[in-house]
C-alpha cells in the first residue's frame, strides 16, 4: 500500500466541490422563557464534497487507481481548495509567532503582502487547512477553524511554525468505500464525500 496521504491525479479538474464547516455546537432553548444557552465544543472540521466531469477509460483507471489505493478509510488523502493563491499577491515566509483562540500573530520574515479575509492556508506541518476569517493587522489574522497542534519558534523558521499560503492543502478521508458509475458511451462519474483528519 502507499504512503499516506496521497495526492489525487490532477486533470480533469472538479466540476463542483462544495464544502461544509463543521462546528460541535449545541443550544439549549428553556420551554419556559425561550432563553437559549449556547455550548461550543472543541470539534471543528471540514468536510467536502466533489464530483468529477465524465471521464473516459484512461482517466477514469487513474482516479479508480488513487482512490482503491486509500483501501476504503484506511487511507488518507490531499484535497486542495479551487483558490490556491491569495487574493492579493504575497510573497517570503510568515513564521508564527503566537496562537490564541482563533488568532495567529505572524512575523513576515521576508517578503511582500498581506492576507485578506477568504484567503485559504495550510499552518505549519499538521496539514490543517484554515480560511482567513479576520485581518486585524498586517502581522495577526483570525482563522476557522480555531487553530491546533501549531508549534511556534524563533528564528530560524522551521516546518511546524510557518503559514503556507500557497497551494493550501487538508488531509482528508472517504465517509465510504469507493465507488464509480458507467453509462452506456462508457464514460464513468466519481463523486467523493470526504472529512478532514483532525
Known amino acids: 500500500m502507499p504512503t499516506y496521504p496521497i495526492i489525487l491525479p490532477s486533470s480533469p479538474s472538479f466540476t463542483s466541490i462544495r ?8 443550544v439549549s432553548t428553556s420551554k419556559f422563557s425561550g432563553k437559549e444557552v449556547v455550548y461550543a465544543h472543541a470539534g471543528q472540521y471540514w468536510e467536502v464534497e466533489f464530483d468529477l466531469p465524465p471521464l473516459n477509460a484512461s482517466q477514469s483507471a487513474q482516479f479508480a487507481g488513487a482512490f482503491l489505493s486509500l483501501n476504503g478509510r484506511e ?11 491569495p487574493q492579493s499577491p504575497i510573497t517570503g515566509t510568515k513564521l508564527i509567532r503566537s496562537v490564541s483562540d482563533y488568532e495567529v500573530t505572524f512575523e513576515s520574515l521576508s517578503g511582500t503582502g498581506s492576507f ?4 485559504w492556508v495550510t499552518l505549519g506541518g499538521t496539514g490543517g487547512l484554515y480560511r482567513v476569517t479576520a485581518v486585524t ?19 530560524p523558521a522551521t516546518t511546524g511554525s510557518i503559514i503556507y499560503y500557497s497551494n493550501p492543502r487538508g488531509k482528508f478521508r ?12 462508457r464514460n464513468y462519474g466519481i463523486s467523493i464525500a470526504a472529512r478532514e483528519v483532525i
Do not use: C
Open 19 to 26: 464544502w461544509n464547516a463543521h462546528s460541535a455546537v449545541a
Open 116 to 119: 485578506t479575509v477568504g484567503d
Open 174 to 185: 472517504l465517509y465510504d468505500s469507493f465507488s464509480w458509475d458507467m453509462d452506456l458511451a
Open 75 to 85: 487511507g488518507t488523502f490531499y484535497v486542495y481548495p479551487s483558490e490556491r493563491q
Open 137 to 155: 493587522s498586517s502581522t495577526v489574522i483570525e482563522l476557522w477553524p480555531k487553530p491546533r497542534g501549531i508549534t511556534t519558534s524563533e528564528p
